[in-house]
């Protein structure tokens, strides 16, 4: 067993803000600041764990503040938490010195055939602050394998979560070998990045969103602000069809929130469920400013449940 201090497992990455990573508004799509964070946390855990890591968790990333075309964003990562197969490891990403964004992710080390493998490699603290970082890593730890108990079982759980839903939508992915790590795994970034733009595109649709009126007085557009409880069940594999599906869940005054789930399909037919989140968007105007939501009242009976869901998760209702 080899020990590592925290600062020895530090990654920084430098991103140039170019278009056509940018919306309307000229600022960074939240989808690629996604990618960003998760594929620096990718390489810290890689360079601790000796191997392949695969991401099996984000927790709760909110969007701070916006990144702009033509800026230069700093991403760092570094593994605060070692466990028996998996790595947690806190990114946080910069716009000069100001944090823009931060997360925990949690990473396991797999073998060739994307079974959990040993991480024979142990982080020691060597200040104060590492150990105040190692010791809340371990409590969110404890958290969340509180919620994950039924991961196995999730893991074949294929059902349509959006059936009900009527403001739904869904895509379907070939997962080719660009979107790959290695020619083997999907990229976890870029599939991030494809959900959060199926979530936009269900907002927009919703608030009635208009192309040609992306310079007039009466532009309006959703930005992404939160990604909540995203917990991965299954890696994606080379030549897999994905499906991507989305729906409405909750609209609040100026923000609605969108129920997304992944289910992978390989070339024999079988089926596993790889992840589900919750993305929040809000509405703004040609400035940037946030505006006012469309009305939504739930109808369906699967409307109304995952309503009230929504509104205890966001502390409304207990």
């Given at each position: 067993?080899?020990?590592?201090k925290?600062?020895?497992t ?16 000229n ?25 392949t ?5 984000l927790?709760?990333?909110i969007?701070?503040?916006p990144?702009?075309?033509?800026d230069i964003v ?13 790595l947690?490891?806190?990114v ?7 944090e823009?964004v931060s997360a925990?992710?949690t990473?396991?080390?797999v073998?060739?055939?994307?079974r ?5 490699v ?6 104060e ?13 404890e958290?969340?394998?509180?919620k994950i108990l039924?991961?196995?079982k ?11 839903l009527?403001?739904r939508?869904?895509n379907?992915?070939?997962v080719?070998?660009e979107l790959t ?7 976890a970034?870029k ?8 979530g936009?595109?269900?907002?927009l ?5 208009n ?5 007039d007085?009466?532009f ?8 909540k409880?995203?917990?991965f069940?299954?890696?994606i ?7 991507i599906r989305?729906g409405?869940?909750?609209v609040?005054n ?9 289910i ?7 089926k596993e469920?790889v992840a ?10 040609k ?12 109808v369906?009976e ?9 509104l205890t ?6």
């Amino acid at each position: 067993m080899s020990y590592l201090k925290i600062s020895d497992t530090t990654i920084e990455t430098f991103r140039f803000i170019h278009y056509e990573q940018s919306n309307f508004l000229n600022r960074l799509h939240g989808g690629d600041m996604l990618f960003f964070l998760v594929e620096a946390g990718m390489l810290s855990a890689t360079k601790v764990a000796m191997g392949t890591t695969v991401l099996a968790s984000l927790d709760d990333v909110i969007f701070k503040k916006p990144v702009k075309l033509g800026d230069i964003v700093k991403v760092r990562a570094e593994t605060v938490y070692v466990g028996n197969t998996s790595l947690e490891v806190e990114v946080s990403a910069f716009d000069r010195d100001e944090e823009v964004v931060s997360a925990y992710a949690t990473y396991v080390k797999v073998d060739d055939l994307l079974r959990p493998a040993p991480v024979n490699v142990k982080i020691t603290a060597e200040s104060e602050d590492d150990k105040r970082k190692m010791d809340e890593a371990k409590r969110r730890r404890e958290n969340r394998l509180s919620k994950i108990l039924n991961r196995q079982k999730m893991r074949f759980y294929v059902d349509d979560i959006t059936d009900g839903l009527r403001y739904r939508i869904s895509n379907v992915v070939h997962v080719s070998p660009e979107l790959t790590y290695d020619g083997r795994i999907m990229s976890a970034g870029k599939l991030l990045k494809l959900m959060d733009d199926l979530g936009g595109i269900i907002c927009l649709n919703y608030i009635n969103y208009n192309s040609k009126n992306i310079y007039d007085n009466v532009f309006n557009a959703v930005v992404t602000v939160a990604v909540k409880g995203l917990a991965f069940y299954s890696p994606i594999r080379l030549n897999d069809i994905v499906t991507i599906r989305a729906g409405l869940i909750y609209v609040g005054n100026t923000s609605a929130d969108i129920l997304i789930n992944v289910i992978r399909e390989d070339v024999n037919g079988t089926k596993e469920h790889v992840a589900t989140a919750y993305f929040t968007y809000v509405r703004v105007d040609k400035e940037g400013k946030p505006i006012k939501m469309p009305e939504y009242v739930p109808v369906t009976e699967r409307e109304k449940r995952l309503h009230e869901e929504a509104l205890t998760r966001r502390g409304l209702r207990k």
